[in-house]
């Protein structure tokens, strides 16, 4: 899989009991729709310890086509049909992390499905010297922005180190990173939905 110049990794909140009604519509309306205008979708999630947590993964080429995709799906068609049904299942769509690749690819998708882990590290100012630290393959550090859609609002001021594994374990977190770490980190441990491409 082709690593993209900006990655969204987005974690939605929803009503109790509609997270399956939001990956049907989803699966069935909106990846296709979005590759079309430039956003593929790389990886949508349930988070089995979270039943009401859905998480998922857009790409683009850049930080400048970003705006202008975004603006054509959300006042296309597509979203205009079905906006009202999936905002409906939603509590909170506003944590959102705008990321760029700083080392490694995107893992090809396996024959089979199986686990992913997404961990979230919070620094105390820009972390990609320790990006190369990593005992997983692929990190996302921070975009600094700015953020051209602000009807889709992302989390500002923090300064993360996201890496993504084929695998639930989680490794010892590198002394460097230890070190300058503000928080313990976020680790999510995530079942693929049929469509997604990182499996």
């Known amino acids: 899989?082709?690593?993209?110049?900006?990655?969204?990794?987005?974690?939605?909140?929803?009503?109790?009991?509609?997270?399956?009604?939001?990956?049907?519509?989803?699966?069935?309306?909106?990846?296709?729709?979005?590759?079309?205008?430039?956003?593929?979708?790389?990886?949508?999630?349930?988070?089995?310890?979270?039943?009401?947590?859905?998480?998922?993964?857009?790409?683009?080429?850049?930080?400048?086509?970003?705006?202008?995709?975004?603006?054509?799906?959300?006042?296309?068609?597509?979203?205009?049909?079905?906006?009202a049904a999936a905002n409906a299942t939603m509590v909170d769509f506003r944590d959102v992390l705008l990321l760029r690749p700083v080392q490694g690819d995107f893992p090809a998708p396996r024959e089979q499905a199986g686990p992913v882990r997404i961990s979230v590290h919070h620094f105390d100012g820009p972390a990609d010297d320790l990006a190369g630290d990593s005992p997983d393959r692929l990190v996302l550090a921070t975009h600094p922005g700015p953020n051209e859609f602000p009807a889709l609002p992302v989390r500002e001021g923090e300064h993360v180190l996201v890496t993504v594994s084929l695998d639930t374990a989680i490794p010892p977190v590198p002394a460097s990173w230890a070190r300058r770490a503000v928080r313990e980190p976020e680790h999510l441990p995530l079942e693929p939905t049929a469509t997604s491409l990182l499996r």
């Not at 082709?2 to 987005?10: D, H, K, M, S």
């Not at 909106?30 to 310890?49: C, K, N």
């Open 1 to 83: 899989m082709a690593t993209p110049g900006i990655v969204e990794l987005r974690q939605y909140t929803l009503h109790p009991g509609r997270r399956d009604e939001l990956v049907e519509l989803f699966e069935r309306e909106f990846v296709d729709s979005q590759s079309a205008v430039g956003m593929p979708v790389l990886g949508t999630f349930r988070q089995p310890s979270a039943p009401d947590r859905f998480v998922w993964l857009r790409a683009f080429p850049d930080l400048t086509g970003r705006g202008p995709s975004l603006t054509e799906f959300y006042t296309g068609p597509v979203w205009a049909a079905h906006s």
